[in-house]
């Protein structure tokens, strides 16, 4: 039973426009979310976060929005560079976990930016 | 920028050898994570560690598989006997959780292969 669903496996985007990345989750105990980034060969880099008393976070040209009622987050990449070609995991946790640092992700969405 | 490193960055053996997959977290850092990385399942979370004591490992095959950290610089991750199964990327993260919704911080990850 996946808790953090990415439902779309790979997206792909030309250079400067926007790329929308989805995530659903079906626990409502969850109150953080997090996004990260993987190359290749790497290990996920943390992206961005929300907590659940917020409905958008941004940061540069990631922004995460969360709609709590939807049980949905999504990010936004705006203007998309190729140097966002990657993976992208959406992670959450919540004290229904057991413990409060522990995270459940999503399997990943690939992003391709095209020059 | 300070990073988690992770050794091996391969490993090939043969089923029923012992593994053994060793971490540096962040300097400073008091929470350590294992999770593992397969195409069906995503990122699991196999165990983690608070100020070297184990939190939680119920994702972890308590048969064959331990988790241990002999001191603040190094934790470790055995398999013993190997299966191919286990075939997988390994990835140790660490953070400095000393208060709620801190990011982990991910080393580069083993890449497991048991034949």
């Known amino acids: 039973d996946q808790q953090v669903k990415q439902n779309s496996p790979s997206l792909s985007v030309q250079e400067g426009r926007i790329s929308i990345l989805n995530c659903d989750y079906t626990?409502?105990?969850?109150?953080?979310f997090l996004w990260y980034k993987k190359y290749p060969a790497e290990g996920p880099t943390f992206l961005i976060s929300i907590s659940s008393i917020k409905d958008k976070n941004e940061d540069g040209r990631f922004t995460v929005f969360l709609n709590k009622s939807a049980k949905h987050l999504s990010l936004h990449i705006v203007p998309s560079q190729p140097g966002d070609s990657a993976v992208y995991f959406c992670?959450?946790?919540?004290?229904?976990?057991?413990?409060?640092?522990?995270?459940?992700f999503g399997k990943g969405m690939k992003l391709t930016v095209n020059p | 920028d300070a990073r988690v490193t992770q050794t091996p960055r391969h490993k090939v053996t043969e089923m029923g050898q012992e593994v053994t997959m060793r971490c540096q977290p962040i300097?400073?850092?008091?929470?350590v994570f294992w999770y593992r990385q397969t195409m069906m399942q995503g990122l699991e979370l196999l165990a983690y560690?608070?100020?070297?004591?184990?939190?939680?490992d119920s994702g972890m095959p308590k048969d064959r598989f331990s988790a241990e950290m002999p001191d603040a610089t190094l934790a470790t991750l055995k398999i013993q006997p190997s299966e191919p199964r286990d075939s997988a990327v390994y990835f140790c993260a660490s953070g400095l959780l000393d208060r709620p919704n801190q990011p982990q911080h991910f080393g580069d990850g083993t890449r497991l292969s048991i034949l």
């Open positions: 560690f608070r100020n070297r004591a184990p939190l939680d």
């Open positions: 300097l400073g850092h008091n929470t």
């Open positions: 626990n409502s105990m969850f109150d953080y």
């Open positions: 992670a959450a946790k919540g004290l229904s976990q057991g413990g409060s640092e522990k995270l459940v």
